[in-house]
């Protein structure tokens, strides 16, 4: 019987390279031979071994942004999932159960039934106890559950740039979708990584008047890169930030602030300071367990009319949207992409994209297990 290879987690900072058997496919499910699987923060997280206090079982098959061919698939899955066999795939991390209260509300990005063994509803965090094992996209072939969430992606574009289907999706939810964006609006994005990047594509495609960027000065390549996607100013996170604010608005804030920044806490206070009143603040970076606020006055919220919301993930349309962009080649998002590992290279990878790798300026990173 064919094998095929994956990257396994067996603990924090260890990864072994193994073989699996290809399962069989039935009529409602497929098997997806992968071509690049993106790499995101959450999966240095998982590296790190920080996942294990929200039910991480290990060993597991890392990887939740996969893109490839679907090589094998039933009646019913090709019926429902609108593929055949040689069609090229975008994946969603999520497996909604499909029969629960958030799956049935459409919200099966909130899931918690999980699978037999695990709590986790990812692909990525699906232990390989589970059977048919192959569940991450760090791997050559992934296991297509009933449950996927598929889109179909043109085949004549590079891999690398179709992965980014992940981090635009996310942009296009958390930019425009989730705080409703509309046309003559002034956005401001805090964070220039993967995210903060795609999300200033979305809020000119939401038809945003104004983009300005916050980030650190030493991430100029970002913030250059962020400039050719369209952001209008660049602020440094070590200046004034309230006061450049108030100025290039004339003094009328955002309509929009999204904080995409990992662990510092710093752009959600300046976010109720430069929002104006009745605007909407997205909250879209992890700031790790136990992160408190602080700072904040309560009645600023109240006095401003604000809308604050938490977004983790994008949901189905938004990686509609992403897919569709990236295959119009309407901006140069292969500019993002900055390198790509093979499978028994996924630590130095995943070093790479946290930056803890002297001289590399990581913007997105991908393996292609064909590497
Ligand atoms: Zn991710
Ligand atoms: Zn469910």
Redesign the pocket.
């Known amino acids: 019987m064919a094998k095929a290879r994956a990257a396994v987690q067996v603990g924090p900072k260890h990864y072994e390279i193994r073989e699996f058997e290809i399962p069989k496919i039935g009529t409602n499910d497929a098997l997806m031979r992968v071509e690049a699987c ?6 240095v997280d998982q590296y790190d071994g920080k996942l294990d206090a929200m039910g991480l079982i290990l060993p597991v098959i890392p990887g ?2 996969p893109v490839g061919i679907v090589e094998e698939i039933g009646f019913e899955a090709a019926r429902r999932w609108g593929v055949r066999v040689g069609d090229r795939v975008a994946i969603e ?1 999520t497996l909604g159960c499909g029969r629960c209260r958030a799956c049935m509300t459409g919200n099966y990005r909130r899931c918690r039934v999980g699978r037999p063994g695990t709590r986790l509803t990812a692909c990525g965090f699906i232990p390989t106890s589970v059977e048919p094992s192959l569940w991450g996209g760090i791997a050559e072939y992934m296991y297509l559950d009933p449950n996927a969430a598929v889109h179909r992606i043109a085949r004549d574009i590079p891999a690398e740039l179709a992965v980014l289907f ?1 981090p635009l999706a996310a942009g296009i939810s958390w930019a425009h979708r989730e705080p409703g964006t509309r046309i003559g609006d002034t956005v401001v994005i805090f964070g220039a990584g993967q995210r903060g990047l795609t999300s200033v594509i979305a809020a000119r495609e939401a038809g945003a008047r104004s983009v300005f960027v916050v980030g650190r000065r030493q991430s100029a390549h970002r913030l250059a890169l962020a400039r050719t996607f369209g952001a209008d100013e660049i602020i440094f996170s070590d200046e004034d930030v309230v006061q450049r604010v108030r100025a290039l608005t004339h003094g009328e804030g955002a309509d929009v602030v999204l904080d995409v920044t990992a662990e510092t806490l710093t752009p959600v206070t300046v976010a109720i300071d430069i929002v104006r009143p009745g605007g909407t603040i997205v909250l879209a970076g992890v700031k790790g367990p136990g992160a408190q606020l602080q700072g904040i006055e309560h009645d600023r919220i109240f006095a401003k009319e604000l809308t604050i919301k938490g977004v983790k993930n994008a949901d189905f349309l938004s990686f509609e949207i992403a897919v569709r962009l990236i295959e119009s080649a309407k901006y140069p998002l292969e500019k993002m992409h900055t390198h790509s590992f093979g499978l028994a290279d996924l630590e130095q990878a995943l070093l790479t994209l946290a930056g803890r790798v002297p001289g590399e300026n990581a913007i997105s990173v991908c393996i292609d297990p064909a590497l």
């Open positions: 993106g790499l995101c923060g959450s999966d939740h942004e991390p992940q």
